[in-house]
């Protein structure tokens, strides 16, 4: 079974600075897509990035990039810039091939210090 | 363009009883995945309705049950309520014959409580 680790339960971050958020699962499929979202105390869930398995080349949307390390199974977040806006609980997750059914980690709460 | 909506926002059940949970996919969305999130903990997967069938399924006992309608909105259905069921529940929808690359919406949850 898929599993997916986020080894940092709490981050915090000043406004302005960079933070870097760690993710590493573990499957045997070839085929995936990993994500990363944003869960803020409204709760709504929202996609901050998404990476295909099968590009090499890191994401980025914005302020915030992933760096992709296929072998070493690691999807980590990078938030550039950081806002007060972007506190919030961030979770990793996968998915195999197009299934659909998204399998996540337990999340990093992040804080912004003004 | 109206999101996922979900009804109710909160819920307080006591144990035993059963209670209904409702999603409304966003527009032009065809499958609904349903996903319980326990306090501190990231979302688990229950189950996944597509063409009003339950296409997949996580581990979660048969007192949880589901429904899709030919409008695409869904509802999950929990019977024999217990204290660990107490969690947020969150809906998500998905184009899947679209082919939309792993994109999914979610909606905003609703918050069961029971007592």
């Known amino acids: 079974a898929q599993t997916v680790t986020q080894s940092q339960p709490e981050m915090s971050v000043q406004e302005a600075e960079t933070v870097t958020l760690s993710c590493t699962y573990d499957?045997?499929?070839?085929?995936?897509?990993l994500f990363w979202y944003k869960q803020p105390p409204s709760r709504q869930m929202i996609l901050v990035i998404r990476q295909e398995a099968y590009k090499q080349q890191n994401a980025t949307e914005n302020r915030f990039s992933v760096n992709f390390q296929k072998a070493a199974k690691s999807f980590s977040l990078k938030i550039s810039d950081s806002q007060l806006g972007d506190a919030a609980m961030y979770f990793c997750?996968?998915?195999?091939?197009?299934?659909?059914?998204?399998?996540f980690g337990k999340g990093t709460l992040l804080t912004v210090n003004p | 363009d109206a999101g996922v909506t979900q009804s109710p926002t909160h819920l307080i059940k006591t144990r035993g009883q059963q209670v209904t949970l409702r999603c409304s996919p966003k527009s032009g969305h065809d499958t609904v995945s349903w996903y319980q999130q326990a306090l501190g903990q990231g979302p688990q997967f229950i189950f996944q309705y597509y063409e009003e069938e339950e296409r997949q399924r996580g581990n979660f006992p048969d007192r949880f049950s589901g429904h899709q309608f030919p409008n695409y909105s869904s509802e999950l259905n929990v019977n024999a309520l217990l204290l660990g069921d107490s969690a947020l529940y969150l809906c998500?929808?998905?184009?899947?014959?679209?082919?939309?690359?792993?994109?999914?919406?979610f909606g905003p949850g609703t918050r069961l409580t029971v007592l």
């Open positions: 998500a929808s998905s184009y899947i014959a679209g082919g939309s690359a792993g994109e999914q919406f």
């Open positions: 997750a996968y998915m195999r091939g197009s299934n659909y059914k998204l399998t």
């Open positions: 499957t045997s499929e070839s085929d995936y897509y």
